[in-house]
């Protein structure tokens, strides 16, 4: 048994099992006891993603979650324990998943069914990535759970209705949520990496909006120009340039902006 707080790179080779818990106060000894008894079914899952080794970290300064591969959003390799894990005294198998646009939301449906022959809670998760985009995305990104208690035999049918939002990232390019349209497969599963049913959809969305470079003027095809800056020449001067820019836009203050997940 492990009690913490955070995740530990740990060999569980030789262990049978595992039960972890976080600081549960008082009551903590008392419902251990009870779920290695097996009079409750456990049914936490991780909110951390468990590395199998300390090499698949990054520097600890190293905030750069995209950049870094880090978290189950962008990690790529094979975690000890992924993101929503957790097992349970029972085994359960998940029906077909299917999604559809209405109005201003996605309505999404599967089942999931005990197929184990004890009574134990599951916790269907929902995930989606988009196909092509054209910006880094996370490579799943958690929706909506739900934690059901189905009889051994029984199914329950799971229904969720997403807000358009949900499949919104914020554009730097425009200050602002949008969902940028194209292919996005929702996939449900008994975690982050444990995908049991999958289903691809398309989203209209909002297309990208053009590039706009602030603080600058058109200066014409001309051999050499002049554009107005107002951060690098103050309010209103004009900044004479002696290289030719061949009609091009200037703005010597800032970077054409790029589009990435805030």
Do not use: C, K
């Not at 090499?55 to 950049?67: K, Q, S, T, W």
């Not at 996005?184 to 049991?196: H, I, M, P, Q, T």
């Not at 690098?232 to 010597?252: D, H, I, K, M």
């Amino acid at each position: 048994m492990l009690t913490s707080a955070y995740p530990y790179a740990v060999d569980p080779a030789d262990l049978p099992a595992m039960l972890w818990t976080a600081h549960g106060g008082q009551a903590a000894g008392t419902a251990l006891a009870r779920v290695l008894a097996g009079d409750v079914s456990p049914a936490g899952r991780l909110p951390q993603t468990w590395y199998a080794d300390d090499a698949d970290l990054p520097d600890l300064l190293d905030y750069d979650v995209i950049g870094g591969r880090q978290t189950y959003l962008y990690f790529e390799g094979t975690p000890l324990f992924p993101f929503g894990h957790g097992l349970s005294y029972g085994a359960f198998s998940y029906g077909e998943l299917t999604a559809g646009v209405d109005g201003s939301a996605v309505r999404v449906s599967f089942t999931v069914t005990n197929s184990g022959d004890v009574t134990a809670d599951e916790v269907p998760q929902l995930y989606v990535r988009a196909v092509d985009p054209s910006v880094p995305r996370p490579r799943r990104e958690l929706l909506a759970h739900r934690r059901v208690g189905p009889a051994p035999g029984e199914t329950v049918e799971l229904s969720f209705v997403l807000p358009l939002s949900a499949f919104a990232f914020w554009d730097v390019a425009v200050g602002r949520w949008r969902v940028e349209p194209g292919a996005y497969e929702l996939l449900a599963g008994a975690s982050s990496e444990d995908v049991r049913s999958r289903v691809t959809l398309t989203l209209d969305g909002e297309p990208a909006a053009p590039v706009r470079w602030p603080n600058a003027v058109w200066t014409g095809p001309t051999s050499t120009s002049r554009a107005v800056s107002r951060s690098s020449t103050g309010p209103g001067r004009r900044a004479t340039r002696s290289r030719p820019w061949a009609g091009r836009r200037v703005n010597s203050s800032s970077a054409a902006a790029t589009s990435v997940p805030g």
